[in-house]
């Protein structure tokens, strides 16, 4: 059902833990549903100089996690900004259709993070990031009955 | 490198059986004659049936013209069910069972629903029981059936089907039950317990898939779900499935005949684990009644973490299971059977099922309850739940 | 003393060949995981049902996910009947179908009928063939399914299923075939042939029994007839036959790879058979259409005798064979089909159904004839029927 | 499915054929419902001297007829009156349930026999034999679903 590198990153999660002193910090979904994703960054001069995840979650919310944190280190807050879930999925060499909505809430979670790090340095109005709920079905990873295989 | 493989997922299906693979193959390439025929390859045929059909009634207690073959566990639900709603439409349209069903008791009633039938779910305790006098309370003059299941199959509580048939009786009320999980694992006899109809699905007790049965008691008058020929006296058409049939009737038998020393076997196995897992391993919780269960069942939650991560990380390990979470399902919402026992969904996503089977060893177990300990503390410490549970500790 | 065994009733059922038995046998005691699990046992079996389903969808030129796995042909056909109905009715409730269709067809009509839907029996021609023109006319505002058989299990005529469909489509009806014989005899290209729905069932074609599939093209809406689980797609519930689906598939790929081999020779059999009977019998008829049949159906009606004796005295020549004489159904009367094709009772109860196979040799049809030439003749002098015919021919 | 006894008779049955000079003869059934039963019986002095018979029917029909015939040689017209259904299935060790109307048919044709022998003789006063039309089903050999196998 996952890809090799999916299986990878989830028994070999990257970038694990927290950071003590992140200059940015991201949590969202819900235990309700199954998935939360917390992101930790560190920031310097515009740069993403470490990034750390705690996830609750299946196997695909830890990939997600683990390649995302990948993909965004060492990059500037703008080109990290740029990361969509689709860069995630595509770096894993993809997800099942039901697992899709864990690299939305990938991307979500680097988002939450670089708005904390933009709210405390005074760089956006938003009093508060509207993060997806992280509850499956909301952000066009429907399963289709009629279509697809899960 | 043969990497170990340890199945704990019997309560998902089993492996047939050498000697039920063994009853099976003459029916396949040699004995393969139609059993509705009148030569002699086909009465052979026929015999093989009615000894099939003998051998599960004498299993269940009941006579052999009210057991019915079919094709699935599920069709015999859906069967029972269905053909007991259309049947018996005229006195009333009400239907009741529990929250903890399984879909192919479920769906069937969402499904009568639609077409206009009224469903009343009557809610389980904290362990998973029904109370049999909530089923009296809800029991009304349009009420046409009861269809409880015997034993779950996640939990594995064992509900009191005698209590509840009595009920039923009293109020002249047909009642069902899903044995599929109980069959081969419990003792059934249908009289004594008093239903009138019971659905059974061999592949859970060492038979083959694809087959199952329904034990539709003398005089009870239920439509058909699958029209067509002659065959299950006029009951349940289409040519019959010979091979499954006698490896149906060949592994409930074997259950049957050895089910005390299967029981023992399970339950020290069950409880091997349950000891272990709770002896190592922190914030967990048992699900199901501690003692009114299958013997070979075990679930639990554990705090923190999600379900499938456990699994997959066990299947690393060799090691088989499943759970009630969402992600494992294939739908949204995590199990509602764990739902329906008060479970936060948390421990919801956080629930692992282990059900024991014959081929298991003690030291299976114990190698499992290591693998657990291990997996669960590497999975809690990349939970951002657990980090502000421990947060919140100090 | 080891009987000789001749096996002429192909139609009826048909023994399992041992690749496909072969091709079976990892998944009873080996690959036994459950097909919906997340671990890798489990996910071995998903993959040799898509597997399946992708060789079943080459061979009818479908897409896989228009292949859904039942566990009979008779359930394809109650799903695609009472399916087609069920999630239509607001559109109406008229059905056709013909007057010829196997009972797994006609059941299902009856049972809509008693609830309140409207059936049309299309009659035939001497020959057993429906006249497209006479679907076109029957259609009306209210219709909501046709259901008219590809190839007929009695008398073998074949319907040109390619112009109903296109008088079903210009009507914006929904057309489902059953199949059932058709498959591994003749091709079947369900988009060349425009239907929208066709059944097939696995014990026809070498594969085993308890296994069938149902064609749904892509879009059409239809109810499930066995819910429960997520099973195929959500929409046939129960755990996956895994045994069954791959026998099935691999039954039906050998049967598509060598199609015109198997043609020709069933034909030529067949024609051995029909030149060998006429020659020696005296008043026989060939029931259905002299071309446009099976290649390996043969139905003939004797004058003067019954059925059920000359299956009898065949047998104990060890010859299977089958008959449409009221007698060997276990009901009243002589076949519908025989019937319907203007056969007078007695020669419907008088008719034999020989069904060649793959194993069968031109030795095995001489011996044949002549057995069945002495039978006849046996029979016939002990008929009161034949004494009153010589008596009135003087 | 048969008796050894039935699938004998049926295989080798005794009786068969027309009796020229016969002193009654009876038929019963039709060709739509897949049996006749033809019956020739020789009388002397009240006594079945001689029975034969030509059936178009099932297997059933065929033993029960040549069982019929057996019994009711060498019997006296009131000894033969007497043999019922249950006689003939008795003496072929029982019928499937859907075949018990063939039985019925044989005393039919025994009676229908015996009665074109009376009536020749001025015995009786019945102008024809009300015999069974043979149409299955008449007589109490209902298959029961329920119940029975077929
Ligand atoms: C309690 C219960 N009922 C019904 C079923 C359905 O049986 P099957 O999948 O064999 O159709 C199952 C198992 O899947 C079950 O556990
Ligand atoms: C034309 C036709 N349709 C349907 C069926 C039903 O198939 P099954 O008996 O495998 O369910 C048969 C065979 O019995 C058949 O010949």
């Known amino acids: ?150 | 490198m043969q990497k170990r493989v340890i199945y704990f997922d019997h309560a998902a299906t089993t492996y047939v059986k050498p000697e039920v693979l063994d009853a099976m193959l003459p029916y396949f390439t040699q004995e393969y004659g139609n059993a509705s025929s009148v030569y002699s390859i086909g009465r052979s045929n026929r015999k093989a049936i009615e000894d099939a059909r003998e051998t599960v009634a004498k299993c269940i207690g009941a006579m052999p013209n009210e057991i019915y073959f079919t094709g699935s566990g599920t069709e015999a639900d859906n069967w029972a069910i269905k053909g007991a709603a259309l049947a018996h439409r005229n006195k009333g349209k009400h239907i009741i069972t529990s929250s903890i069903e399984h879909p192919a008791v479920l769906a069937p009633c969402e499904f009568l629903q639609k077409q206009g039938y009224d469903i009343t779910y009557i809610p389980v305790d904290q362990d998973g029981l029904v109370n049999p006098a909530d089923v009296d309370k809800a029991i009304r003059p349009d009420t046409i059936l009861v269809t409880i299941m015997m034993a779950n199959n996640e939990i594995g509580t064992i509900q009191p089907i005698k209590e509840i048939a009595q009920v039923c009786k009293k109020h002249g009320v047909l009642f069902h039950t899903d044995a599929v999980q109980a069959a081969g694992n419990i003792p059934i006899d249908v009289k004594d317990l008093g239903v009138d109809l019971l659905s059974v699905s061999g592949h859970k007790f060492y038979g083959p898939k694809g087959t199952g049965a329904l034990y539709i008691r003398k005089g009870v008058k239920i439509e058909s779900l699958i029209h067509g020929g002659h065959q299950e006296r006029n009951r349940r058409a289409g040519t019959e499935n010979v091979p499954g049939i006698v490896g149906f009737a060949k592994a409930l038998e074997l259950a049957t005949q050895n089910l005390d020393a299967h029981y023992e076997k399970l339950y020290k196995l069950r409880e091997r684990a349950l000891e272990g897992i709770f002896e190592k391993i922190p914030h967990v919780r048992l699900n199901g009644h501690r003692e009114k269960r299958l013997p070979g069942n075990l679930n639990v939650s554990f705090s923190f973490v999600e379900g499938e991560s456990i699994l997959l990380m066990l299947d690393m390990k060799g090691i088989k299971a499943s759970s009630g979470s969402a992600c494992t399902s294939g739908s949204l919402d995590p199990s509602h059977i764990l739902l329906a026992i008060g479970l936060p969904h948390e421990l919801a996503h956080g629930s692992l099922r282990l059900t024991f089977g014959e081929s298991n060893t003690e030291e299976e177990v114990d190698y499992l309850v290591d693998c657990l300990a291990e997996i669960i503390d590497k999975l809690r410490r990349m939970s951002p739940l657990y980090e502000d549970f421990i947060k919140g500790e100090c």
Do not use: W
Request: proline share 2%.
């Open chain 1, 1 to 150: 059902m996952y890809s090799d590198k999916v299986m990878d990153h989830f028994m070999n999660p990257r970038n694990v833990g927290e950071i003590e002193d992140a200059d940015g910090v991201g949590q969202v979904g819900n235990a309700k549903c199954g998935d939360i994703m917390k992101m930790y960054l560190k920031i310097e001069d515009g740069v993403i100089v470490d990034a750390k995840f705690k996830t609750f979650g299946c196997g695909a919310a830890v990939a997600t996690s683990s390649m995302a944190t990948e993909l965004i280190k060492g990059k500037t807050i703008k080109e990290a900004e740029q990361i969509t879930n689709k860069a995630v999925l595509e770096a894993l060499d993809g997800l099942p259709p039901v697992k899709v909505h864990c690299s939305v809430l990938a991307e979500e979670a680097i988002a939450a993070a670089l708005n904390d790090y933009k709210q405390r340095n005074g760089l956006t109005e938003d009093a508060r990031y509207e993060a997806c709920g992280g509850c499956c079905g909301g952000c066009g990873s429907y399963r289709d009955d009629e279509t697809e295989d899960h």
